[in-house]
C-alpha cells in the first residue's frame, strides 16, 4: 500500500514517525509529511507506541512503479 493511501486514515494531527532501514526520516504530524516522502513510499508494517503511529516503509523502485500501472 502507498504512504499516503495508508495515511488517509488518520487525523492530520496524529503523531508519526517515518521510518525507511532503521533510520527516522520524518518526525511530526500526518498532515505535515512532505509530499516528496508520500509519493514514493510504501508501507511495510506498522504499529502504535506512547501515541506516536511508527511508519515502516520502503521507497518504490521505477520499475515497479510501472508494474503498478500495467
Not at 7 to 33: A, Q
Amino acid at each position: 500500500m502507498r504512504l499516503f493511501e495508508f495515511l488517509s486514515f488518520f487525523d492530520e494531527s496524529t503523531m508519526v514517525k517515518i521510518i525507511d532501514n532503521d533510520e527516522v526520516l520524518m518526525e511530526c504530524k500526518v498532515g505535515e509529511v512532505t509530499q516528496r516522502v508520500l509519493n514514493c513510499r510504501f508501507l511495510k508494517k506498522c504499529h502504535i507506541e506512547n501515541g506516536i503511529l511508527f511508519v515502516y516503509t520502503e521507497i518504490s523502485q521505477p520499475e515497479d512503479m510501472l508494474d503498478e500501472y500495467e
